[in-house]
């Protein structure tokens, strides 16, 4: 079995409040160099993991993580709809690989996904619908959130699974890094936001768009200073890509949901894609990193980064 992995932020505001030229200018060469990644090891399969922002996954069931056997975009922030490519066998075979080896698997046969997971698609891949995707949701928002430590057990499960398909696996985590977006919580909510937030009731084309504005404006806000957000801490995310750059994954099992937050805001748990990734990745073998691109993008409310990592040769 072949196998590599990429972490890549995501962020709706690419494109809608960008910062100055020059940085845009960096992204793209990190993210071109990614592209040629993506090309070189030429997968014929993608296990993406990702977040949800209150599209798909809801208060009324919220699993820590899910595998989807089908899955449909909504196309928000103005990324693609529709379904995506999944691979529907692979993913039977990885959610029972998974289950026995102990991990409690939520599975969908009818996952609902956002910009989270089609950005990336549309990033390395060019749409949504152009590679195999196995897709796994990774709970980053919805409290309560349970041990890190589950998820690396998760991605070292399906990595374990992965490795008996003989297949070119690329294990993609999307997200992060430290970021404060305006992301609605159930406790304390209105009674209209918190039945929304339970039920899942899809917004209206005016609510959707009312609510990717106040987005948008936070963007603007954050990157003017004015602004209540946590903010983006460079030191937390270089500690993070530190940790999966050593391969020392299992230093994750300490790091508390509080301190997680403190250090870089209610969003930052997205990096447990990253976690589940790297996880994955390292199943299958000692790896190394062979590409790594960090800014912190106040326009973006985030800590950008795009990181590439392939298995060490066997001697």
């Excluded at 890190?148 to 997200?175: K, M, N, P, Q």
Aim: charged share 20%.
């Amino acid at each position: 079995m072949n196998a590599a992995a990429i972490g890549l932020s995501h962020s709706p505001l690419i494109g809608k409040n960008d910062p100055a030229a020059e940085v845009v200018a960096s992204v793209d060469e990190a993210v071109e160099t990614a592209r040629g990644f993506v090309r070189a090891f030429d997968p014929d399969l993608v296990v993406l993991y990702a977040p949800d922002h209150y599209n798909g996954f809801f208060y009324k069931e919220m699993p820590p993580f899910c595998l989807g056997t089908d899955a449909h975009a909504v196309g928000d922030f103005g990324s693609s709809a529709g379904p995506v490519s999944v691979d529907t066998d692979a993913a039977r075979t990885l959610a029972r690989g998974v289950l026995d080896r102990g991990i409690d698997l939520t599975v969908s046969a009818r996952m609902t996904v956002d910009h989270g997971f089609v950005q990336p698609l549309e990033v390395l891949f060019g749409g949504i619908d152009n590679v195999p995707v196995v897709p796994v949701f990774v709970n980053g928002v919805a409290t309560p959130l349970g041990p890190v430590g589950r998820i690396r057990a998760l991605g070292t499960a399906l990595g374990e699974a992965a490795a008996e398909l003989d297949r070119r696996v690329l294990f993609l985590g999307s997200g992060g890094l430290s970021h404060d977006p305006p992301v609605p919580v159930l406790e304390g909510a209105p009674p209209r936001v918190a039945d929304a937030l339970i039920e899942g009731r899809p917004p209206t084309p005016d609510q959707r768009a009312r609510g990717e504005q106040r987005v948008i404006q936070a963007g603007h806000d954050y990157a003017a200073g004015s602004t209540s957000m946590v903010p983006i801490n460079p030191n937390w995310d270089n500690h993070v890509l530190d940790t999966l750059e050593s391969g020392r994954l299992t230093d994750v099992d300490d790091w508390t949901v509080e301190w997680m937050a403190k250090e870089g805001g209610g969003s930052a748990h997205e990096v447990r894609t990253w976690i589940a990734a790297f996880a994955s990745l390292a199943a299958t073998g000692s790896y190394r990193m062979t590409s790594r691109f960090y800014t912190p993008i106040p326009e973006w409310i985030a800590g950008f980064a795009v990181a590439t990592a392939e298995q060490e040769p066997t001697r």
